[in-house]
């Protein structure tokens, strides 16, 4: 039965071998079907079960002369079945009840493996939040010092954008996982309803409650879109990682192993290849989706343009994130943090990235919002041109100096109450 193919791994599910063995999983339940609807006997189906089997080479050599890969795969199955028990395979049926039915247990099979590599990140990205807590860094906005954070709370972002990724892929999976055995056009007009209930149910797929000669393609478009979603979150994941490489950044980096080499020209180069690398599958996921996107519009009942760019994209679509998912795990699990490098990233801003802390306090001490602004702003500027830090700065103010003691101005640039609210957002996510 159809459990002996539900598991491979992923280059395998696209195999040659795999797709005919569930074509003859499909044919041989649609006759055992028709042997309980008492159409086909009981001995007929014994025999097919026996002796129906297929050799890819000899498929191929049969399409070159009828070039229509189902009824090469038919006459391959009657010529070893040698007897006239093979007139009960595809009674009833067109090519789309096997092809759309087959594809559907595909995407499956890869849908799981996904979820199953999805759920190896998803522990990657939580143990490095946890890890990294209480490691101080900048936050940046538009590429600018900002605020003081942790670097946990990246992974933590990651984290929950990951399981958000997981609930779709779930979604996506239930989505495309429907089958049909429904005829020509889709009316059932040669078979039995009942056929298609046996077969879906035995293949784990849901009978797709209404089709033409084909299952509709905004399922399948779904499912290409929702690995290019998966797909930008893992760039962006790639994309954080690349920049904090940065000679210049240097928080963080990809771990070089032993005997690697960066340049051809410049030995002391150490590059974000693994990160480049996922930032540019990514882009061919997206490329692939809009395929996907374009494969919903056909013509009245069905016309074939959708299944030349199906049999590219939803292997290579599937086999490139189940490949960018192993890569980012080993990423995340791997990489290399500089807390150090951190604090001097922190230092280098003179204190200015305390600067809404000493805003928000004088606006508590009775000075209206622009004023307090107006100050403050003039002080960070002026700590950004000569180098001195912020703290001396706001003291050479009168005003400031005024409104608070030194004592309050220190603990400002302590920097502790920035931190204040770190444990419950963690609580929030759900980790500790």
């Known amino acids: 039965m159809i459990e002996r193919y539900t598991r491979p791994q992923m280059g395998s599910i696209w195999s040659d071998e795999n797709k005919y063995s569930i074509w003859l999983e499909i044919e041989l339940l649609a006759v055992e ?45 009657a010529e070893n079945v040698a007897s006239p028990a093979s007139r009960w395979l595809h009674l009833g049926m067109t090519s789309s009840d096997v092809l759309d039915t087959c594809l559907a247990v595909q995407l499956k099979q890869a849908g799981e493996l996904l979820l199953d590599n999805l759920d190896k990140l998803r522990s990657a990205l939580a143990q490095k939040a946890v890890e990294h807590r209480s490691t101080i860094c900048v936050g940046r906005t538009h590429g600018i010092h900002a605020e003081p954070m942790v670097f946990g709370l990246k992974f933590l972002l990651y984290h929950e954008e990951c399981i958000r990724n997981i609930e779709r892929m779930r979604r996506s999976v239930e989505t495309v996982a429907v089958g049909k055995l429904s005829g020509a056009i889709g009316t059932f007009e040669h078979l039995d309803p009942r056929v298609e209930e046996y077969v879906c149910s035995k293949l784990g797929l849901q009978p797709d409650r209404i089709t033409t000669q084909v299952i509709q393609r905004d399922r399948h478009a779904e499912f290409l879109t929702t690995l290019a979603i998966i797909a930008s979150s893992l760039e962006k994941i790639a994309l954080e990682i690349r920049h904090l490489q940065r000679t210049e950044v240097r928080e963080a980096e990809e771990r070089f192993t032993v005997g690697q080499k960066g340049s051809s020209a410049m030995p002391h180069k150490r590059n974000p290849i693994i990160s480049e690398r996922i930032c540019g599958l990514a882009r061919l996921l997206r490329g692939n989706a809009m395929a996907a996107l374009e494969n919903n519009a056909l013509w009245h009942e069905r016309d074939i343009s959708h299944s030349s760019v199906e049999r590219v994209i939803c292997p290579d679509s599937t086999i490139a994130l189940d490949y960018m998912l192993a890569l980012t795990t080993e990423l995340v699990e791997t990489l290399v943090v500089y807390p150090n ?53 706001l003291a050479d103010n009168p005003t400031v100096r005024h409104m608070m003691t030194d004592d309050e101005l220190d603990a400002i640039f302590r920097g502790e109450r920035s931190f204040a609210n770190i444990p419950y957002i963690y609580r929030r996510c759900g980790l500790t």
């Open 33 to 77: 079907a028709h042997v309980k609807l008492g159409i086909v006997p009981q001995s007929d189906y014994d025999e097919l079960r026996a002796k129906a089997r297929f050799s890819v080479e000899r498929i191929a050599e049969i399409e070159r002369t009828t070039k229509h890969d189902v009824i090469a795969f038919l006459t391959n199955l």
């Open 341 to 393: 490098h951190m604090l001097e990233t922190i230092e280098r801003s003179h204190g200015v990235v305390y600067s809404q802390t000493v805003l928000l306090e004088l606006v508590r001490k009775g000075m209206t919002r622009e004023d307090a602004y107006a100050i403050v702003q003039a002080a960070a500027m002026r700590s950004w041109d000569t180098g001195q830090h912020l703290r001396m700065t």
